[in-house]
């Protein structure tokens, strides 16, 4: 039902692979975002893209990549991940200046990294 | 930047009993909103509120925002099973979420 996509549902990685998690909408937003969400605990902000451009990195770590090819996708790219990154990757949109309408979130990517 | 704090972190209730949740800024908030994340899905926006004092109805669920807009609040009337999950508020500008009330409902 989300108008948020996001691929794949699951992943399992080892530490050495290079992955990348997908992102799509069509709703016209001009802001997307990467959040990850461990167990039990609130969304933390990674990435935000604002027409295309990255306006905020939360001093994540390199080996999380952000790309925004156009102004409907946005990719995580992964490299060298560890254990501890496992978690639930949610991307969400927005359309600055909408404020009535807040931030819609795709189902979300649960990976586990091994 | 902001932080929002937010109680409790569980609740559970009764069917039919009440709930509240809370969240409190340090600073301004120049507005908030408020999500519901069930268990395994992903977080779906409910509301925004921007003004001093505002409160909004939605069936069951009611919010306000302080009059200092400092703070705000949920309120479930009569939970239902279908009420279950976790509520979060997020300051818009900040886009960053409080840790989130749990409730648990008992038919």
């Known amino acids: 039902d989300t108008e948020v996509t996001q691929t794949p549902k699951h992943l399992v990685m080892g530490m050495t692979n290079k992955k990348s998690l997908k992102c799509e909408q069509h709703?016209?937003?001009?802001?997307m975002y990467w959040y990850k969400q461990k167990a039990k605990k609130p969304p933390e902000l990674m990435f935000v893209y604002s027409y295309e451009k990255l306006s905020i990195n939360e001093s994540v770590p390199s080996r999380f990549s952000p790309e925004c090819p156009n102004s409907s996708l946005l990719n995580l790219h992964l490299h060298a991940l560890q254990p501890e990154d496992s978690a639930l990757y949610l991307c969400?949109?927005?359309?600055?200046?909408?404020?009535?309408?807040?931030?819609?979130f795709g189902s979300g990517t649960r990976l586990t990294v091994v | 930047g902001q932080q929002v704090m937010q109680i409790p972190q569980y609740q559970h209730v009764q069917e039919g009993e009440d709930f509240t949740t809370y969240c409190n800024s340090s600073t301004t908030l120049s507005n908030i909103q408020w999500y519901k994340q069930r268990p395994g899905g992903h977080p779906v926006f409910l509301i925004q509120?921007?003004?001093?004092?505002e409160v909004k109805k939605q069936k069951r669920l009611t919010f306000q925002f302080g009059e200092a807009k400092k703070n705000s609040s949920l309120h479930i009337t009569a939970t239902q099973t279908t009420d279950v999950g976790t509520y979060f508020c997020a300051g818009y500008n900040d886009m960053r979420f409080g840790a989130g009330t749990r409730l648990t409902v008992k038919p």
């Open positions: 969400a949109s927005s359309q600055p200046g909408q404020v009535d309408y807040g931030y819609t």
């Open positions: 709703m016209g937003h001009r802001a």
């Open positions: 509120l921007v003004k001093s004092g």
